[in-house]
């Protein structure tokens, strides 16, 4: 779920900042009045800045656009990693994305706030403002992970000047591709969508990866959970894969229960799916086979069936590795992607 920190400074910010509250459905929002709280307003608003840059995924100042610029400034990390960051007027009369507005879903958050409140959205990223395709913001709606986010700025400056960029995709693609993306021919800017990230069809790729990658774990018992986070770090880094991908971490019931996998799975916030060994025998495809996995599990092979078991009988990605008595290996699952009529750049 979305977490959000709403911070005002006025009796009037304090009013406003409960209706956006009430706008936020489906958003876990807290609010913080500093000018009410007696408590909040003995606390630095730097701190309170940097523990919600850490924690949340969108904050939203009420009041001058100058104080939320330098309560965060501090804490940039980066494009792919800043949380959405709003102003809003205390008169509820503008919503300004100051941060994050395609990756961080900033923009979004300003048109829904702006519709419900009968304020106005100021967008000041260039592509919304010319009505221009954002891969960025198309690849956070299409739940892709940016592999190069400097890369953004090469497909957007090339948009902008009113040129086709490349587009390649490993997924089927619903809708109509918008005119300005080119599936044939050479260009020397574009886009690769898949998990194929070594591939360069463009002389500049961006590529963006889908988040359907399922991780299967096999362990001897009693393996903490740094030693199983460095195989998964091992085999990620072989496919040319970050951890954003991952979908699911899967294994065989009889290590369900093993704590250092059970933190892992917390600390990265893993569902972890759990297969049978009859069932991980039924899946399909040719594995690496050990006959010591197989006598002491009755199935040959745990990490590379769990993984292919994860994702619905997909496709295995990368087959098993095994480092300090962890064996991972990756599948993965169907997906697909999609453009919406409204999607820019004609």
Known sequence: ??????????????????????????????????????????????????????DCDLIVFIGAAGIAVRAVAPYLAGKAFDPAVLVLDENGRFVIPLLSGHLGGANDFARRLAGALGAQAVLTTATDGRGVFAVDDWARQQNLVVMETGRIREISAALLRGERVGFRSEAPVAGRIPPCLETGGCLPVGVAVGVDTKAEPFACTLHLAPRAVHVGIGCRRGAGERAIEAAVQAVLEDAGLPWEVLRRAATIDR?????GLAAFCMEHRLPLAVFRAEELAAASGVFT?????KETVGVENVCERAAVCSAGNGRLLHGKIVLNGVTAALAVGEWRICFESGDGGD
């Open 255 to 259: 290590k369900a229960q093993e704590p």
């Open 289 to 293: 086979a050990s006959a010591f996995v």
């Open 1 to 54: 779920m979305t977490h959000a920190k709403i911070v005002s400074f006025t009796a009037r910010g304090a009013a406003l900042a409960g209706r956006v509250q009430d706008c936020l459905q489906g958003v876990l929002a807290e609010r913080y009045d500093r000018s009410g709280s007696a408590g909040l307003r003995k606390t630095s608003l730097s701190r309170f800045a940097q523990q919600a840059m850490a």
